[in-house]
């Protein structure tokens, strides 16, 4: 762990959402498990099944819909004969359901949470997450609400239909500085991805790296950028309690 700006000197703490507050990056990787399993597809090992996906997805970027056509793909490739739009559909209802019971927060986060907003500090949501998505967090998920809703101890979320482009370009930062009236010099970040590392230092705001074992890969890329390194949640605690 290494400590140069201490985010306890910022009076407002900007958070990313899917990997660093909550431990959710795999359950895409398991929402196409169960998928496939669905479609009479063979069992596949986790990891392959999300560099399938994000290989296909970034080949096929600039279609229309490209989950479209993913969803199609995955059924050729499990034998299945379902249109693309009803494996779409299946795979919302899958994804809802996970959504709903399976995401949760990464241990300690929670915690970190109702301390920072305890000590009077701003906290915003800063995500490429979809609106969508975060109002299932909000409203239905209870893993969330019973720890530290979101709406009690943020003062705003900004998501992917917030923004014209999403990390690595600041533009969520500067319009978050913007429409809350701060500067970079109020501000502290925390990430767990290259991109949005990226997107803290072009923005000018020191961030927090939180370790998440799907952004490993990036690591030796993602630790010069960052002003601060933690392995856990628990370890942001433990910075707190000796400051």
Known sequence: MG????????????FDMDGTLIDSIGIWNQVDQALMAAMGGAAEE?????????????????EENPYLSYCLFLARHCGCSWSGEKVFQKRYEISRDFLIHKVDYKKGA?????????LGKTLVIATTTKRANMDIYRHLNENIRSKAPLDKYFTAIYT????SSIKPSPEVHEKLMTDLEKTREDCFIFEDSLAGLMAARA?????GLIYDRYSEKDRNRMV????????SWEDVLSEMKTD
Do not use: C, K
């Not at 986790?46 to 096929?60: N, S």
């Not at 992917?160 to 923004?163: A, G, Q, S």
């Not at 010069?224 to 392995?231: S, T």
């Open 110 to 118: 929670p915690e970190v949470i109702q301390r920072l907003h305890g």
């Open 3 to 14: 400590n140069r700006t201490s985010f306890l000197q910022r009076n407002t703490i900007i």
């Open 46 to 62: 986790e990891m392959a099944v999300g560099r399938r996906r994000d290989a296909f997805l970034a080949d096929h970027g600039n």
């Open 160 to 163: 992917r239909e917030d923004v």
């Open 203 to 207: 923005a000018g705001i020191p961030a």
């Open 224 to 231: 010069p950028l960052a002003e601060a390194w933690y392995d």
